[in-house]
């Protein structure tokens, strides 16, 4: 049985939620500055208590600021409910969790699974060699050296993306969660959509102040060798693929994370 | 503080060093690599241009290096590789080591696990594909090994300023010239050279492709962010060798924080363009020594490179935009 968990980056979304979700995501992967703050987590906390389901906090990437804000977020989970998954998405935040926070439990995210995310690739991908194609629906997540550090660091759980090439990873010793429908393929923290509706900061690329702007607009990039539209909303740009592989199951996936819209 | 160059040919190597290079980096590209994993890159450079091509070019590089006491740095910093791929990585290692490479600049975890099993000689230093933007990621590297870190090209100086001061004992290194990536380059999953140059939206790396841009709005006016974004669109399919991004200012600033080395990127590039490159940082490294004050620096870092690119210092093209303000 595969389970169905909701993930949604702002209490707004929670309306999302219905019983077929047995779990919550709730955070962020892509910016520290949209991390909840203490209140939103225990609101969040509430809400789960509330309906007797999981829950799981999303962790970005994070400069030292953010590091302190992740640590606060985690010092109450740890205090209000122990034995709660994290997912990292960043090695630092992996070892903050191993020295301060043993009793939470480390998701490894999907920006750390380095596959290729690229659409691109499906327009060469039929004239590419076996070993280049099998390259490309694998990850170091096979390798059994990598395998057995994160087992010894605790991590049972690994987070993909439902890649255009397919995934063909065989049987891992993790237990596999896929996200559906928004796969990311990069991401920035030159944020273009920070000031992107203030003309005269038109030229500012770069590490800059901004409004949440993303929480606003959103941008489609589309270029005749990409086979699929790209979307830009805030600094990672993402592309939407519904179509899950029907032998989910056979290959370790337990979880389907559900994104009802992009989670930034 | 070292500066670290781009070398792809044997003859570059004597040239750069004599220009002021004091690290040299490189990869390599063998053609049994390149026959099986064609668009799937050993070092982030699929093309035989930006790669020596035998072991024979690698040891003669390292062997002219190791003359001028000028250590050698070669790339196997691809984000990731797969379990098939461990026999030859591992030979990579060892031969790297027989030949005298110094050190090897890895970006995947698994690797960095390979290297320490291995107990390799060579020293360890993660690329920016490693994606320590925190004093905890460096520390995590620095628990399996790693001498160095480089840091993403995503920080601020004050944010590096933080990391540097809640680390010890490990060197750090920071961007200084060319290809600013508009993507943190450990967290983009896209695809250098699918091609070669012949199809030109294959070859291009994917940020640089001409999107077109159109904007969806949750309420509010559209016309103004479609059109900014289209514009800063534009301005990122320059940002990467072509138009010069530099960061040259911040040398006295990082000089201040005690980063170790700074880095050239370019590899693939043309032998008088790594020498120009070379030449103009030295020139800033040796005004540097001579402890002018910040604005002394600044001022001077702009004039020169005004003269030596032919262009005006621009914040969209600079690797450190507060320093404009300063």
């Given at each position: 049985?595969?389970?169905?968990?909701?993930?949604?980056?702002?209490?707004?979304?929670?309306y999302?939620?219905?019983?077929?979700?047995?779990?919550?995501?709730?955070?962020?992967?892509?910016?520290?500055?949209?991390?909840?703050?203490?209140?939103?987590?225990?609101?969040?906390?509430?809400?789960?208590?509330?309906?007797?389901?999981?829950?799981t906090?999303?962790?970005?990437?994070?400069?030292?600021?953010?590091?302190k804000?992740?640590?606060t977020?985690?010092?109450?989970?740890?205090?209000?409910?122990?034995?709660?998954?994290?997912?990292?998405?960043?090695?630092?935040?992996?070892?903050?969790?191993?020295?301060?926070?043993?009793?939470?439990?480390?998701?490894?995210?999907?920006?750390?699974?380095?596959?290729?995310?690229?659409?691109?690739?499906?327009?060469?991908?039929?004239?590419?060699p076996?070993?280049?194609?099998?390259?490309?629906?694998?990850?170091?997540?096979?390798?059994?050296?990598m395998?057995?550090?994160?087992?010894?660091?605790?991590?049972?759980?690994?987070?993909?993306?439902?890649?255009?090439?397919?995934?063909?990873?065989?049987?891992?010793?993790?237990?596999?969660s896929?996200?559906?429908?928004?796969?990311?393929?990069?991401?920035?923290?030159?944020?273009?959509?920070?000031?992107?509706?203030?003309?005269?900061?038109?030229?500012?690329?770069?590490?800059?102040?901004?409004?949440?702007?993303?929480?606003?607009?959103?941008?489609?990039?589309?270029?005749?060798?990409?086979?699929?539209m790209?979307?830009?909303?805030?600094?990672?740009?993402?592309?939407?693929?519904?179509?899950?592989?029907?032998?989910?199951?056979?290959?370790?996936?337990?979880?389907?994370?559900?994104?009802?819209?992009?989670?930034? | 503080?070292?500066?670290?160059?781009?070398?792809?040919?044997?003859?570059?190597?004597?040239?750069?060093?004599?220009?002021?290079?004091?690290?040299?980096?490189?990869?390599?590209?063998?053609?049994?690599?390149?026959?099986?994993?064609?668009?799937?890159?050993?070092?982030?450079?699929?093309?035989?241009?930006a790669?020596?091509?035998?072991?024979?070019?690698?040891?003669e590089?390292?062997?002219?290096?190791?003359?001028?006491?000028?250590?050698?740095?070669?790339?196997?910093?691809?984000?990731?590789?797969?379990?098939?791929?461990?026999?030859?990585?591992?030979?990579?290692i060892?031969?790297?080591?027989?030949?005298?490479?110094?050190v090897?600049?890895?970006?995947?975890?698994?690797?960095?696990?390979?290297?320490?099993?291995?107990?390799?000689r060579?020293?360890?230093v993660?690329?920016?594909?490693?994606?320590?933007?925190?004093?905890?990621?460096?520390?995590f590297?620095?628990?399996?090994?790693?001498?160095?870190?480089?840091?993403?090209?995503?920080?601020?100086?004050?944010?590096?300023?933080?990391?540097?001061?809640?680390?010890?004992?490990?060197?750090?290194e920071t961007?200084?010239?060319?290809s600013?990536?508009?993507?943190?380059?450990?967290?983009?999953?896209?695809?250098?050279?699918?091609?070669?140059?012949?199809?030109?939206?294959?070859?291009?790396?994917?940020?640089?492709?001409?999107?077109?841009?159109?904007?969806?709005?949750?309420?509010?006016?559209?016309?103004?962010?479609?059109?900014?974004?289209?514009?800063?669109?534009?301005?990122?399919?320059?940002?990467?060798?072509?138009?010069?991004?530099?960061?040259?200012?911040?040398?006295?600033?990082?000089?201040?924080?005690?980063?170790?080395?700074?880095?050239?990127?370019?590899?693939?590039?043309?032998?008088?363009?790594?020498l120009?490159?070379?030449?103009?940082?030295?020139?800033?490294?040796?005004?540097?020594?001579?402890?002018?004050?910040?604005?002394?620096?600044?001022?001077?870092?702009?004039?020169?490179?005004?003269?030596?690119?032919?262009?005006?210092?621009?914040?969209?093209?600079?690797?450190?935009?507060?320093v404009?303000?300063?």
């Amino acid at each position: 049985m595969i389970e169905q968990s909701l993930f949604i980056s702002k209490l707004d979304n929670l309306y999302y939620w219905n019983e077929s979700f047995p779990r919550l995501y709730f955070g962020n992967e892509f910016c520290e500055r949209l991390l909840p703050n203490s209140e939103e987590l225990i609101t969040a906390l509430e809400f789960v208590r509330e309906r007797g389901i999981e829950f799981t906090l999303v962790t970005p990437y994070v400069t030292e600021v953010g590091l302190k804000h992740v640590e606060t977020l985690l010092d109450g989970l740890a205090n209000q409910r122990p034995g709660t998954e994290v997912v990292f998405n960043d090695y630092g935040i992996f070892r903050l969790m191993g020295r301060r926070f043993s009793n939470l439990v480390p998701v490894m995210g999907r920006l750390l699974n380095k596959m290729k995310r690229g659409p691109r690739l499906m327009v060469v991908i039929d004239r590419l060699p076996e070993t280049t194609i099998e390259y490309f629906r694998n990850s170091s997540l096979t390798v059994p050296l990598m395998r057995e550090f994160l087992t010894e660091h605790q991590v049972k759980r690994v987070e993909l993306d439902n890649v255009l090439q397919g995934i063909d990873l065989p049987v891992i010793g993790f237990s596999v969660s896929v996200y559906t429908p928004y796969a990311y393929v990069t991401t920035t923290r030159m944020c273009l959509t920070a000031s992107c509706d203030a003309p005269e900061k038109e030229e500012r690329v770069g590490i800059f102040p901004c409004k949440r702007e993303c929480q606003k607009y959103s941008f489609g990039l589309t270029s005749q060798i990409m086979p699929v539209m790209l979307i830009r909303k805030g600094n990672t740009v993402f592309f939407e693929n519904p179509n899950l592989p029907d032998d989910l199951g056979e290959k370790g996936v337990s979880r389907i994370v559900v994104q009802p819209e992009i989670p930034i | 503080m070292k500066l670290l160059s781009p070398v792809d040919k044997v003859e570059e190597v004597e040239p750069l060093i004599n220009a002021g290079a004091n690290e040299l980096y490189c990869g390599l590209l063998t053609e049994d690599w390149h026959n099986q994993y064609i668009a799937g890159s050993i070092n982030r450079r699929p093309g035989s241009g930006a790669n020596f091509t035998t072991w024979g070019q690698l040891e003669e590089c390292v062997s002219i290096a190791h003359s001028y006491t000028v250590p050698v740095f070669l790339t196997l910093n691809e984000h990731y590789y797969i379990e098939k791929q461990y026999p030859y990585i591992r030979d990579f290692i060892q031969r790297a080591e027989n030949i005298g490479v110094d050190v090897i600049i890895i970006a995947d975890l698994a690797v960095l696990l390979l290297l320490r099993q291995m107990k390799a000689r060579v020293k360890i230093v993660i690329s920016t594909g490693g994606t320590a933007f925190n004093s905890e990621t460096v520390k995590f590297y620095q628990d399996l090994g790693a001498s160095r870190i480089i840091l993403p090209r995503h920080l601020t100086i004050g944010e590096i300023c933080q990391i540097a001061g809640n680390v010890k004992g490990i060197e750090l290194e920071t961007f200084i010239f060319n290809s600013r990536c508009p993507n943190v380059d450990g967290f983009c999953t896209f695809h250098h050279g699918l091609a070669d140059k012949s199809i030109d939206l294959l070859y291009r790396n994917a940020c640089m492709l001409p999107y077109d841009v159109s904007v969806a709005v949750e309420d509010g006016n559209e016309d103004m962010p479609a059109y900014v974004s289209l514009k800063r669109q534009r301005i990122w399919e320059l940002v990467h060798v072509d138009d010069f991004p530099c960061g040259a200012c911040a040398l006295w600033d990082f000089k201040q924080l005690g980063v170790k080395s700074v880095k050239i990127v370019g590899r693939g590039n043309q032998t008088s363009r790594k020498l120009a490159d070379v030449r103009f940082l030295k020139s800033l490294l040796d005004l540097l020594s001579q402890g002018p004050a910040k604005q002394e620096f600044y001022d001077v870092a702009r004039r020169r490179y005004q003269e030596t690119y032919k262009r005006p210092c621009r914040e969209y093209m600079c690797y450190y935009p507060e320093v404009m303000t300063v």
